[in-house]
């Protein structure tokens, strides 16, 4: 309010000198005299202020006028001017709309489309870091790979775009399947970018599956150091690149380097299964067996695994039955309600020719989850105990189209390995593989139910038909197939007598 009225009272103000002024010039004698090279004019006063305003309009015209003059000559000479920003800003603005579309069309899958708005925004903008990205994607969407290659060549030119062009070569040549001068690339881009996260971990693929473990382990450490990967994914990681270097140093023959490796990748990783078996065996050459011991139930105490099993019975390879059952109490007292254990004790039991006590370790299994290892270990009690053949061969039978039950499985693409291995073999994926039972497959196999008339035969045949001792028998077909499948019954219970007991199952 106060302002408003301010502004009111100097308006008037002004509005009264500018009264009073025109009214003192009018009432003013004589006039001005202007004379010069011989002519002299005389302005009345009116005329005089009049003439001094068109002066200065004059003048003002003047100088805008010549501005105008020497930008024109400017902008000739091609120096920066209004007039050239004006056009600068004109070629800006259709060049950022020729990217924009360039970019849609990219997004739509027009490669070609891409291609020609990337030449039209590289004509008006002149950023090469900006247009030749496009200009590549769109080439490689179109399939001109070469012209591709051209531009990220190019990009390595500027130290801006140096890293957008070493990846852009380093998954060109992924695709081409050259993972050696991709491994190198990949290692360059991460030199010029240690915190890319994808740079990083495509760099610990290519090193693992080229088995160069020392410097994926340099790697897991960057990850670490960024900030990419969680501390106890590192320590798990880390643990299974020091198993697969132990692995590497075996198989070279450097015991000694073998077993420090061993150890210390067990250490990082307590249930890692092959760096716990890899230690213990290591501990038990250096005649370090409570070591081995301890190693061992620390591991089973996070997953029971028959390879711990074998690697705690090589640890008195010659004890007797009776002795490496009360030995194994160690192990079968920690995890008493696991599959695994039940599995084990079973198996220590028929070893020791107590079959009544295998059966009442291996409880229910047989009937409530079924795969070929318990109905083997249940034909191999039934045998010890005198069943007949038909039960015998009919526990077998079903051990044959049963599941195998837990195994090396890639969580990324359910790929079943025998072995355990830092990188899966099917698709290289990086510490995948975890020990469970793999998916159901309902694609028919050789070995499937299908087949069981033709390996176990009929009961009226095998009665009345008895085998010529150079002839292969039914038994033999059958014990060949369980062998090759590595479930074959123990040799303590195949060689007890047979019976003509009736079926139990």
Known sequence: MLWSIIKIV???????????????VLDMQGGVTIQAAGIEVTLTPIMAVLALIALIIAVWLFLKLFGLLIAVLKFINGDETALSRYFDRSRERKGFQA???????????????????????????????????????????????????????????????????????????????????????????????????????????????????????????????????????HKRRDAVLALSEAKGVLDEGK????????????????????????????????????????VIKKAWTAQPHPDLAAAFAAIEPDETPQERIKRFKQLTKLAPDNRETKLLEAELLIAAEDFPGARRALGNLAEDAP????????????RGE??????????????????????????KCQHIHPEWAPVCENCGGFDTLSW???????????????????????????????????????????????????????DSAADKPESEDRPRA
């Open 10 to 24: 100097v308006f008037f103000a002004l509005v009264a000198a500018l009264a009073w002024g025109a009214w003192y």
């Open 99 to 233: 990217l924009s579309e360039g970019m849609m069309a990219l997004a739509s899958g027009e490669g070609r489309v891409a291609m020609a708005k990337a030449a039209r925004a590289e004509r008006y903008l002149n950023k090469p870091e900006l247009t030749n990205l496009l200009t590549a994607q769109a080439a490689e969407m179109t399939g001109d790979r070469r012209r591709a290659e051209q531009v990220y060549k190019r990009l390595l030119e500027k130290d801006e775009t140096r890293f957008v062009g070493v990846r852009g070569i380093m998954k060109q040549k992924l695709a081409d399947g050259d993972t050696d001068t991709a491994r190198q690339l990949a290692a360059k881009a991460l030199e010029l970018k240690p915190k890319h996260e994808e740079t990083q971990d495509t760099l610990l693929q290519l090193q693992a599956q080229a088995e160069d473990w020392a410097g994926a382990r340099n790697t897991l450490r960057t990850k670490l150091r960024t900030g990419t990967i969680p501390k106890d994914v």
């Open 255 to 294: 015991d000694i380097e073998a077993r420090e490796a061993a150890i210390e990748a067990n250490r990082m990783s307590p249930d890692l299964v092959p760096a716990a078996v890899l230690a213990a065996r290591g501990y038990v050459e250096q005649g370090k067996k409570k070591y081995a011991v301890r």
């Open 371 to 382: 795969d070929a290892r318990a109905l083997t270990i249940m034909a191999a009690i039934e």
């Open 386 to 411: 005198g069943a007949s053949d038909a039960v015998v061969k009919g526990w077998l039978a079903r051990a044959l189209s049963a599941p195998r039950g837990p195994q090396w499985v890639c969580d």
């Open 436 to 490: 469970r039972s793999p998916p159901v497959s309902t694609m028919p196999t050789p070995t499937g139910v299908e087949m069981l008339p033709l390996i176990v035969g009929s009961i009226e045949d095998q009665t009345d038909t008895a085998p010529h001792e150079d002839t292969p028998t039914e038994d033999d077909v059958v014990d060949a197939e369980l062998v090759e499948d590595g479930d074959a019954p123990t």
